[in-house]
């Protein structure tokens, strides 16, 4: 199953609208959970992974998205 749970914490550049951000990703199955946030950050995501190393594929995914500029993890023991 899904042991593997991160909270991701995830910049918009500012080129690009949050209200594009979001929609790509929702599609991602692997994200349990997305909040718009104020702060340092636009969205704050609950990721649920089988494995460290699935997490480290899904963080490469969300910085592809345009306008994502920058993502802060934290693993939940």
Not at 60 to 76: C, E, F, L, N, Q
Request: hydrophobic content about 45%; charged content about 25%.
């Amino acid at each position: 199953g899904l042991a593997f749970t991160a909270f991701v914490a995830i910049r918009n550049d500012g080129g690009i609208h949050c209200r594009e951000v979001a929609p790509r990703l929702r599609e991602m199955p692997e994200v349990q959970e997305l909040h718009s946030v104020a702060g340092e950050y636009d969205f704050l995501a609950k990721i649920r992974t089988t494995h460290a190393r699935a997490l480290e594929d899904v963080l490469y995914a969300i910085k592809s998205i345009p306008g994502v500029a920058r993502t802060t993890s934290t693993v939940v023991l």
